[in-house]
């Protein structure tokens, strides 16, 4: 099985960036797609950005659109979360995951990625 370890969470004043890691066993990272994940205290899991597996395509949540970035170091077996302009409601833990890509890629349901890390904790303060 895949293993995926987040880091880089953290707390941050409002306003500030956090740059979060995952990095993936394996030599077939190229051929997942790559998606990040958070969920608040008592809320549901929700999606963030994912990235296709060359990292030509990316997709995000409206609510962080203009603020995080997502990339993907292929070599490096890597996925990066960049996080800008931080708001009080970004505060969650952070999950990667990773979606085997058969006869589609559903980038935006989380049932359909196979892969899970732990999560890091990201607290963003007012």
């Known amino acids: 099985q895949v293993q995926l370890v987040e880091s880089g969470g953290g707390l941050v004043q409002a306003g500030g960036s956090l740059r979060l890691s995952c990095a993936a066993s394996?030599?077939?990272?190229?051929?997942?797609?790559m998606g990040w994940f958070r969920q608040a205290p008592g809320k549901e899991r929700e999606f963030v950005a994912a990235a296709s597996g060359s990292g030509s395509m990316s997709y995000y949540a409206d609510s962080v659109k203009g603020r995080f970035t997502i990339s993907r170091d292929n070599a490096k077996s890597t996925v990066y979360l960049q996080m800008s302009s931080l708001k009080p409601e970004d505060t969650a833990v952070y999950y990667c995951?990773?979606?085997?890509?058969?006869?589609?890629?559903?980038?935006?349901?989380?049932?359909?990625?196979?892969?899970w890390g732990q999560g890091t904790q990201v607290t963003v303060s007012s």
């Open positions: 995951a990773a979606q085997v890509n058969a006869r589609g890629t559903y980038y935006y349901q989380q049932n359909r990625y196979n892969y």
């Open positions: 394996g030599r077939t990272f190229s051929g997942y797609a």
